[in-house]
């Protein structure tokens, strides 16, 4: 998987790559702003950006599953932090970063970081103003003798964490720091967990990828309310889905949520009743 999405000060961050990572940002009416950037791994080796969030100092974090590290920009591209994982399964070795999401404001800060495979330590919570430092290492289902299994995207809301396991297609939930419960999101045969965010009310939007592609609503409990949108590559329809973020409105209507589909070829606005706003596809050139 590969692309990333993040809201943040009145502004749509894009995220997508091949062997070159480029950074997109567009207002809420999905005009494109001057904030945008590309860039390479070290020495010029490739960078992909597998996850992607925006802190609230508008420093941008992306997971690099390619370079196996995590990165810190400003909007306009100056690097500020470069910490490339280990593969060790300890406590503070990042292994392969998939994910990140941020907690908290100004000096507060800490950067939730989620990482591939079949790790106990696939979770951490790292402190931003200390470059961020090793952290804490978050406990699968709360256990000590538990594995994660393979994480593939992690949110953050308000006391929530939010955990995707591919493998599994479960969510863990985490409040406090504490494991809280999981979910299993009802989906079709052939359909794997992509991604997961909360509303504002404690429902779930999830996005699921395969030959089932779909984005549904679930209630809180982890119950589907409605398919938001089916399987497809036509507008309206999802294909593939990377992200997605949800834009709190006053109601469902009124709710808009952001979904990065088709491998990152395309962003895509819909309510939480159902309907597409529309979609766009061309991205601005960048210097590679």
Known sequence: MSGGLALGAGALYVGTSEKTAHIHSYDLDGRPL???FSFRGRDGAAARVSGLCVDSDRRLWIADSAGACL??????GRELVHIKGERADRSGSLGAPISVASIGEDAGQELVVASRGSRRHALHILPVEQGAGEGISIRPEGL??????????VHTSGELLLACERRTNRVQIFKDREFHYAIDPVSSEGAELRCARTT???RFVCAFGGENSALVLLDRRGRLMRVLAESGEDEG???EPSDLVVEEGESDLRTRVWVLDRDACRVQVFTLEGSCHGSFHEFPKLDS
């Open 34 to 36: 001057a904030a945008a």
């Open 71 to 76: 990165w810190g920009f400003s909007v306009f």
């Open 144 to 153: 000590h003798d538990k594995l994660f299994d393979d994480l593939i995207h």
């Open 200 to 202: 504002g009310d404690g």
């Open 237 to 239: 329809k999802v294909f």
